[in-house]
């Protein structure tokens, strides 16, 4: 199948471009590069030996878009493209609300003016916000508590509608959990710019040295050892998620929206994170408890049920995996892309 990737040559995106190109089908990335690296293409061919096409634009601009469309007649999208910082998006709501749901929108008005029959959406378990109770299945009502998680859910809304409008257009919305590891070559991962907001690379910072000391962010909430407890997915496991979601509409074409949780269905805290990653280094990990942080819940996990019985996908990389791979790619390069030891 021929399948357009926005936002390819990200953390998650990058991924799964290799997942899809050995599963044979072949892929068309759009990225405007404004939150990764065009140098992770040169690692895709490296891992693949195959080279996505690539183009380097704003899926937001409808006059480009519309290029790309006319050139290639695509069999399914991809949409990874997106601003995804809780934080940011409190203080710029106008650029998370223009690039989150402007982008979709551009791609589902093509989709029908191409006949481009199917769209994966990357949404995430933010949208569930506090649950009252745990696993979280696809049902529980929307909760979102900030503009970022707001634009997941219009998402999810927008596609609803316009898949009822449109019946030859289907969409599956994949609500990710914690994704976390890096691709075992080491070549691609995860490389967020400045200091990390999430766990893992924040961890991995500190265990190379770039960062002093771990903060926990407190250790009174209501879990086994008093700190947040979440669902974490490897994201090469989250990446044959979408093959899988992708495979799944070929197959339906009936389907009109769908919602699916990608996620384990295993919570760890962050004491059970920095135990397993202290394993694989063999040494400890410097870390102090510190306040809450604003906005953070005390427990979040899925239930994969639906991922498995649809879309015949589950999880098969355990804690210790995701930290030896997390840990391979940050000594690898531990400057992130621009200035790695790999090449
Ligand atoms: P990322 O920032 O690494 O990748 C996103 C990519 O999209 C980047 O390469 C960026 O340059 C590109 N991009 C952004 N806006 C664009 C635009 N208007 N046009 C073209 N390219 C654009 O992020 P990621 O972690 O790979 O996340 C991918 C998607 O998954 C995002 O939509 C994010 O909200 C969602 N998600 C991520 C997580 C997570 O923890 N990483 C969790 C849940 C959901
Ligand atoms: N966390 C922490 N210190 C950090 C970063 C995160 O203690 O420097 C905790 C956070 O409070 C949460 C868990 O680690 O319980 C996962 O946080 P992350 O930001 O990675 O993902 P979130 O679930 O918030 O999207």
Redesign the pocket.
Known sequence: MQILVTGGTGYIGSHTVVELLNHGDDVVIVDNLSNSHPIVLERIEIITDKRPDFIKADVCNFEKMNEVFSKYQFDSIIHFAGSKAVGESVEKPLLYYRNNIESTWVLVELMEKYNVPSIIFSSSA?VYGQPDINPITEDFSYQCTNPYGRTKMINELFLKDTTVAYPNISAISLRYF?PIGAHESGLIGEDPQGIP????P?ITQVAIGKLEK?????DDYDTHDG??V?DYIHVVDLAKGHVAAVNYLQEHKDTSFLAVNLGTGIGYS?LDIVHAFEKIIGREIPYQITDR?LG?IAT?YANPKKAKELLNWEAKFDLEKMCEDSWRWQIKNPKGYVRSNVF
Not at 197 to 200: A, D
Not at 214 to 218: A, K
């Open positions: 933010t914690n907001n999430n766990l893992m924040y771990l903060s926990i962010f407190g700190t947040g979440r962050v942080r953070d979040c």
